[in-house]
């Protein structure tokens, strides 16, 4: 029987050497989300009813807007009411995610 060593699963080890980097990006991105800063958590949503829809400006800041004044923003909000469903600020209409959206991984700055 060969003597056991003490070796670290290769896997382990970067997992442990990701963990406080995946840690700080958490935090940014609540950082960015709380300055209105748009972090690809979601897709960009229109609303089928009223037209409003997501809107990103070259700062990264998240805004809404409707035709024919794209990039002006109205300061209203699609507010997320289930999983995958958001409800139009303007008009009410129950809105949801475009196929494709929530494959990114998520992380929670908080967690160890």
Do not use: Y
């Not at 050497?17 to 972090?39: H, S, V």
């Not at 809404?64 to 209203?76: A, F, I, K, V």
């Amino acid at each position: 029987m060969k003597p056991s060593r003490d070796k670290t699963d290769p896997v382990d080890e970067l997992a442990n050497q990701l963990c406080p980097a995946a840690k700080q990006l958490a935090a940014l991105q609540e950082r960015a989300n709380a300055l209105g800063m748009f972090t690809n958590e979601r897709e960009l949503l229109a609303c089928p009813r009223c037209g409003l829809e997501d809107d990103v400006n070259t700062s990264g800041q998240l805004l809404t807007c409707r035709e024919p004044n794209l990039g002006q923003d109205t300061g209203l909000r699609f507010k997320e009411i289930t999983g995958g469903h958001f409800i139009c600020p303007s008009c009410g209409q129950i809105v949801p995610e475009p196929p494709g959206a929530n494959l990114n991984c998520h992380l929670d700055a908080t967690d160890s």
